[in-house]
């Protein structure tokens, strides 16, 4: 499994960042997607998850801010960030649900990491 996430930085509160990740090595269309980040200091916290469906769920936290979509054809997975606060600091990391469809409320079944993506809002 190989997974690669980009398009983080540095943004101002209240702006915009799309996220990326590629990911190779089991079978894409039918697993399910998720983003995850972890804060300096903090545990690392689901985000955002698509089901192969595409049925996307999302934490409180980034619910009407953040939209999770996916491009089976390209192995790829994308996260739409708008109204970016402080809190939203952290690394980002796209992970994948492999032999499962379906996302799960307690964001189990998560095994593979990428190296993640730095994602920082500061003025």
């Known amino acids: 499994v190989e997974i690669e996430e980009s398009g983080g930085g540095l943004v101002q509160p209240g702006g915009s960042l799309r996220l990326s990740c590629k990911a190779y090595?089991?079978?894409?269309?039918?697993?399910?997607m998720a983003w995850f980040r972890q804060a300096p200091g903090k545990g690392r916290e689901g985000v955002s998850c698509?089901?192969?469906?595409?049925?996307?769920s999302y934490a409180d936290a980034v619910k009407g801010r953040f939209t999770i979509s996916r491009d089976n054809a390209k192995n790829r997975l994308y996260l739409e960030m708008k109204s970016l606060t402080p809190e939203d600091t952290g690394m980002y990391y796209c992970?994948?649900?492999?032999?499962?469809?379906?996302?799960?409320?307690?964001?189990?079944?998560?095994?593979?990491w990428g190296r993640g993506t730095q994602v920082t809002v500061s003025s």
């Open positions: 992970a994948p649900r492999i032999e499962h469809r379906y996302c799960s409320t307690s964001w189990s079944g998560f095994e593979h």
């Open positions: 090595g089991f079978a894409f269309d039918i697993a399910a």
């Open positions: 698509i089901s192969w469906t595409d049925a996307p």
